[in-house]
């Protein structure tokens, strides 16, 4: 019983070390990778073509922090700490891209998004 015990102890420690060895997520690269998207988009486009949740939508899904941000439905499903990093990263990147690309937008290109 108790070498189970051990080995169940040794399996959960070395799990847990694999989760945080994850690769952590780069804010600039993200925001980079946000305003390329934009840049794309803007370059060539004509009045109200331009969708900005397209590039939201491509970078939401290529960062696990923002994915986990944007899911609130199932916030409880994940810890306090995750939550926090996930919240603390969107707001870093959202603090870059308002820097490397908003400035920058020609907001004439930009498709109008209807209020309720």
């Given at each position: 019983?108790?070498?189970?015990?051990?080995?169940?102890?040794?399996?959960?420690?070395s799990?847990?070390?694999?989760?945080?060895?994850?690769?952590?997520?780069?804010?600039?690269?993200?925001?980079?990778?946000?305003?390329?998207?934009?840049?794309?988009?803007?370059?060539?486009?004509?009045?109200?073509?331009?969708?900005?949740?397209?590039?939201?939508?491509?970078?939401?899904?290529?960062?696990?922090?923002?994915?986990?941000?944007?899911?609130?439905?199932n916030?409880?499903?994940?810890?306090?700490?995750?939550?926090?990093?996930?919240?603390?990263?969107?707001?870093?990147?959202?603090?870059?891209?308002?820097?490397?690309?908003?400035?920058?937008?020609?907001?004439?290109?930009?498709?109008?998004?209807?209020?309720?």
């Amino acid at each position: 019983m108790r070498n189970s015990v051990l080995v169940f102890l040794f399996l959960l420690g070395s799990q847990s070390c694999k989760m945080r060895d994850l690769p952590k997520e780069n804010v600039f690269k993200v925001s980079k990778d946000y305003c390329n998207c934009l840049d794309k988009q803007l370059s060539g486009a004509k009045d109200s073509t331009v969708d900005l949740n397209d590039c939201e939508r491509l970078i939401f899904s290529k960062s696990r922090l923002l994915s986990i941000y944007s899911d609130y439905d199932n916030w409880d499903s994940y810890d306090k700490k995750t939550l926090d990093s996930a919240k603390k990263f969107a707001i870093e990147v959202r603090n870059i891209t308002d820097t490397l690309c908003y400035n920058k937008i020609d907001f004439k290109k930009v498709k109008k998004i209807r209020h309720m």
